[in-house]
Nanobody, 114 residues
Framework: QVQLVESGGGLVQAGGSLSLSCAAS????????MGWYRQALGKQRELVARITSGGNTNYADSVKGRFTISRDNTKNTVYLQMNSLKPEDTGVYYC????????WGQGTQVTVSS
């Protein structure tokens, strides 16, 4: 069964932190790079962080130095630690493999107030 379940979003003030989690089905997770994607209102979904099955990471310039992606291959779970949050980080956050599938989870809303 294909499944992606994101959690951990919420409302936070600028400068604050949030930690997101994504539980994936094994068929999606194993041997695949995984990514966290963000979609702000009225904008296209964008990749903000990526991690390979071996743990190599890449970040969008807008989040570099503030966000940290990690994964637990024993739990089929990928995480996103977000620090020093800014209002422009507001959006719905999704996880998916990289390259993405057509299937997406429900996402988790992150709202950063100024």
């Amino acid at each position: 069964q294909v499944q992606l379940v994101e959690s951990g979003g919420g409302l936070v003030q600028a400068g604050g932190s949030l930690s997101l989690s994504c539980a994936a089905s094994r068929s999606i997770f194993r041997r695949n790079a995984m990514g966290w994607y963000r979609q702000a209102l009225g904008k296209q979904r964008e990749l903000v962080a990526r991690i390979t099955s071996g743990g190599n990471t890449n970040y969008a310039d807008s989040v570099k130095g503030r966000f940290t992606i990690s994964r637990d291959n024993t739990k089929n779970t990928v995480y996103l630690q977000m620090n020093s949050l800014k209002p422009e980080d507001t959006g719905v956050y999704y996880c998916n493999r990289d390259p993405t599938m057509d299937y997406w989870g429900q996402g988790t809303q992150v709202t950063v107030s100024s």
